[in-house]
């Protein structure tokens, strides 16, 4: 197989290739605007977006400019209509899909400077290519996590496997450094490229009353996540309490995508309970489960108050200080201890639901008692040390990262 020559000779014929390939676009936006913008910048590099349904790049292009659009190319990393069919199942138990779809497009993908990506189920290609064709002729793989959170899977030790990452503030490094996944050198810091997508934008209103909203955003993980045994009393108490507060139920988008949830970190498998019927009538609460304002800030912009367990979405939330409560279901703290995650200390942690729904009339005072903490931790998790969007900061540090590269890109 002939190879090109080296880089930066390469450049022109080898792309970079943005890589969205999860079966839901929650990951989209951490992503997207850093591809519009490497594909402006007068890099010589071809930009590529490699999108895995029609859904997603739908959801790529609602973020970027015409003029963005037009200077990327488009790769569809679609799988076989059989394939697809015949795997849907287990697709709903375990990520098959996505796995498919990196080794069925893998001549693609392989042909490429850099690969960048939210998540870790690409270092599959990684691991293959080195395997049988040596490091040398593998592309570099990038990676910018989808949220900038504090449990371990935000350091799972996959991230030493990543080239270079790029992370939205000082606490990423620092955690990725203690964790040893990574090393200050491999990491460039840029801010949160999410929170570009609201420039412009205002909060909502989605009740017809002034009462305070509060944003129930429980994760899926069935180990972690509040829904499984504490759901059905948080909507009770909206439910019976509609003359005084406002409910927007918007979990993580994976939670309604599966009926039954495998965690197999902790080893832990659970059937998701269902939401009783008479809730989505309830002219106080909101209800939404699968659409694309779950994961584009329309919710954690409008709230008043966040109602949470694990999710990083909480840092969403915090763009502006307000009030944020936690449901801690799996830990086992000590007394006087310190809470597991760092998010927790933006909030009271309640252990059940009878004890977290006592505290929530007292959001106001709340929100002002956790105030200056909340906004300490804001500026430790999303730099805002350079005034230019952090998008824009995302593209150029990829730009400087395949200057460098050595790579060899086979023909």
């Given amino acids: 197989m002939k190879p090109h020559q080296k880089r930066p000779d390469v450049t022109g014929s080898a792309p970079v290739i943005f890589l969205f390939n999860h079966d839901a676009g929650h990951q989209v936006a951490h992503l997207a ?12 590099v071809r930009a590529v977006i490699a999108f895995g349904s029609e859904t997603i790049m739908k959801e790529v292009q609602k973020l970027l400019s015409p003029e963005q659009i037009a200077a990327l190319e ?4 679609a799988l076989p209509e059989m394939l697809r069919a015949l795997t849907k199942g287990l697709n709903r138990l375990l990520p098959v899909h996505r796995i498919l779809r990196l080794y069925w497009h893998n001549a693609i993908l392989r042909k490429s400077l850099a690969i960048v990506s939210t998540e870790r189920t690409c270092l599959t290609l990684k691991r293959h290519w080195t395997k049988f064709h040596g490091k040398d002729h593998c592309p570099a793989f990038v990676c910018v996590p989808h949220g900038s959170g504090d449990r371990n899977v935000s350091v799972h030790p996959a991230f030493r496997n990543f080239d270079l990452l790029i992370v939205s503030g000082q ?29 412009g934008r205002t909060a909502e209103k989605f009740f017809d009353n002034d009462n305070p909203t509060f944003l129930y955003n429980p994760h899926f993980d069935p180990h972690m996540s509040s829904w499984f045994d504490h759901g059905a009393d948080i909507l009770e108490y909206f439910y019976q309490n509609a003359d ?24 832990v498998t659970r059937k998701r309970p269902d939401i009783d019927p008479k809730y989505y009538d309830a002219p106080n609460i909101r209800i939404d489960v699968d659409s694309a304002r779950l994961f584009d800030m329309s919710y954690t912009l409008s709230a008043d108050v966040y109602i949470g367990d694990v999710s990083s979405q909480v840092y969403e939330f915090l763009y502006r200080p307000r009030a944020c409560f936690f449901i801690d279901t799996h830990s086992a703290p000590s007394p006087g201890a310190m809470p597991e995650y760092d998010f927790w200390n933006n909030g009271p942690v309640a252990r059940s639901a009878k004890q977290l729904l006592p505290l929530l009339p007292d959001h106001a005072e709340i929100a002002l008692q956790y105030r200056t903490a909340q906004e300490q931790r804001m500026a430790y998790t999303a730099d805002q040390s350079d005034p230019r ?12 990262f395949v200057e460098g590269l050595n790579t060899i890109v086979p023909a």
Avoid at 181 to 193: H, K, W
Avoid at 389 to 400: F, V
Wanted: some cysteine.
């Fill in 33 to 44: 605007g850093i591809a519009g913008a490497f594909a402006l910048q007068a890099n010589g």
């Fill in 74 to 77: 488009w790769q569809s990393l």
């Fill in 171 to 199: 606490k990423v490094v620092d955690q990725m450094v203690e964790a040893g996944v990574s090393t200050p050198e491999r990491c460039r810091i840029i801010g949160y490229a999410k929170f570009d997508i609201l420039q």
């Fill in 244 to 267: 005084r507060f406002n409910l927007i139920f918007a979990p993580h988008v994976m939670l309604f995508f599966k009926k039954v949830h495998i965690s197999p970190e902790y080893r």
């Fill in 389 to 400: 969007p952090a998008s824009e900061r995302g593209a150029e540090a990829i730009s400087h």
